[in-house]
């Protein structure tokens, strides 16, 4: 079966740093690309960053320049390093796997496996 376990959220200041993890397991990880998405109180899951099979990001305007994403397939592992963090980056991060190895699309509809989410609180 497949699971992510998203890990690293928490209270941080504005301007702070922090680092996400998602591990996974029961697929082959190195297969498919994965995302980050977040999803702030009152609002509806929101597409933050995605990574594919060869290693290429992309990112939401909102995060771009600021937050990076990566994979150590070796570990079977998503990262979000995020820096620069500001109060309106709070929300429930969440990894999730692409619906198929062969494409990618940076939508809820592309994903089909999702975490439990880790909390990231921004302020001071």
Known sequence: EV???????????PGGSLRLSCAASGF??????????RQAPGKGREWVSGINRGGSTI???????RFTISRDNAKNTLYLQMNSLKPEDTAVYYCA???????????LGGHDYWGQGTQVTVSS
Do not use: N
């Not at 990112?59 to 320049?65: E, F, L």
């Open 3 to 13: 699971h992510l376990v998203e890990s690293g959220g928490g209270l941080v200041q």
């Open 28 to 37: 082959i990880f190195s297969d498919y690309a994965m995302s980050w998405f």
């Open 59 to 65: 990112y939401a305007d909102s995060v771009k320049g």
């Open 97 to 107: 796997k692409s619906r198929v190895p062969t494409w990618y699309s940076p939508t």
